[in-house]
Structure formats: C-alpha cells, structure tokens
C-alpha cells in the first residue's frame, strides 16, 4: 500500500488501474501519463498481486479507486476484492465512483448480508446539482459518501430529485479541482456553505480538502470524520 497525500484517507491501494469515464480534470489520467501504469488508461487492467498488500496488520483508511472506477471493475475483480476485505477486516475501505449504479451488481447484497463487510464505504462524485441524482444510486447496504471534489457549481443535497429517496449519508468530503488552469474554476464560497449547511441539519460530518482553504480560509475549514474512521 503506498502512503498519499490525499487527506482524508491513510494508504491507496489500487488493484486496478485505469477509466473509460474521461473527465477532463482526471488527475488519475495525468499520473498514469507519467508513470506509465497501463498503456491505456481507457482500458482498466486488474493486478490482484497487489491485493496481498492488504494484510499488513496496522488498521488504516484504504482508498481503493484512486486510479479507477469501480463502474469498469469486471464481476470477477469485484469478487477478488470482496475476498481480500473479508480476509482482511482490520482496514477501512473507501470505493469512490462516478456511475454509482455499478455498485448494486459489482457487491450484491448477499455478500454484506452473509459475510463481513461492514468495513466498506461507497461514494459518489457529485460536481454540481446535475449530479445530485446520482445519490439515489447509491446502494442501501454499507457506509455511503458523497464526494463533491472538485465542486464545480452549486451542489445543494436539498435539491436533489424526488425520486433520490436516500436520506442518510454518512459522510460529506468537499474539495475544489487541482491542476493546470484549476485556479480559474476555484468554487464560490456559497457552494460550499450550502452544502456544510445541509449536513449540519442532518448530522452529516464534513471533511474540507486543503484545495479549499483559498475559498473558506483557515477558520473556515472543517476536518470532521465519521466514528468509524476518527479512531483509525
């Protein structure tokens, strides 16, 4: 597992490597640009070898999707990973996608209902209020995140569609894009208010990436993890 500078986890861990989503601010695209990972990013190739990391000892917050995303993950690498966790409950396992919907048919249900995988949390990115339906895909067993990194507009859950009925999330991650030219979309101060705002009514916690701190200055930065993965 390599150490990251991604705050709000301890290692990354990326059993598979690449995406067909082709976001135009994909950080992931432009590592693998340097270090040569796969010769297509848009073509994810899995390396279950690197699943064997996963039995060091020390309990930590384990980014599993920092370099895919789980909606390309075959059924047959899903279940590796789902073997691997069971094997190894001493972690914190954090999936991040932008298809949420893949979850439901990648980890079925039996699997949390008759095994131990109480231990995994599901995210979705959401840039704006035209993501906000993506929510309701997100599966109603296991720990549910919303990433809204990199906020590009106005992302207030409160306006989200009837039909996302999910009404608890256990967790709220808010961060502006970084890279080339990302200074010229730094998000407005109000998108990030209206988000801190709708957690606190529901009793969501906040966790502000430093990529924040131009918008919401030092007094305004939040660092709040749910119980989970305060004590890791």
């Known amino acids: 597992m390599n150490q990251t500078k991604i705050e709000w986890c301890d290692k990354t861990l990326n059993p598979v490597v690449g995406c067909s989503y082709g ?12 270090f040569h990972y796969v010769p297509d990013f848009s073509e994810p190739q899995f390396f279950p ?9 020390k309990p930590a917050k384990v980014f599993l999707t ?14 590796a990973v789902l073997d691997a966790i069971e094997k190894n409950p001493q972690h914190e396992y954090l999936l991040l996608s932008k298809r949420p919907e893949a979850y ?7 699997r949390h209902i008759y095994g131990d995988l109480k231990n995994i949390w599901y995210g979705v990115t959401v840039a704006s209020y035209r993501d906000l339906h993506k929510i309701a895909d997100l599966p109603l067993y296991g720990k549910r995140f919303i990433s809204f990194e990199p906020l590009l507009g106005s992302a207030d859950p409160r306006l989200r569609p009837v039909k996302c ?12 894009e970084t890279g080339p030219g990302a200074s010229a979309r730094r998000p407005r101060r109000e998108w990030v208010e209206e988000i801190v705002s709708y957690c606190d009514e529901t009793g969501v916690p906040v966790f502000m990436k430093d ?7 030092a007094e305004g930065m939040r660092r709040d993890f749910p119980d989970p993965l305060m004590w890791i």
């Open 104 to 110: 439901m048919n990648l980890f079925p249900i039996w």
């Open 23 to 34: 976001c135009p601010y994909c950080y992931a695209r432009r590592i693998n640009a340097r």
């Open 211 to 217: 990529s924040l701190l131009p918008v919401v200055g």
């Open 49 to 57: 070898e690197r699943l064997e990391q996963l039995k060091s000892k």
């Open 66 to 79: 920092s370099m895919s995303d789980p909606a390309d993950w075959r059924l047959t690498w899903a279940a």
């Open 165 to 176: 009925a999910v009404p608890w999330i256990d967790w709220a991650i808010i961060g502006a």
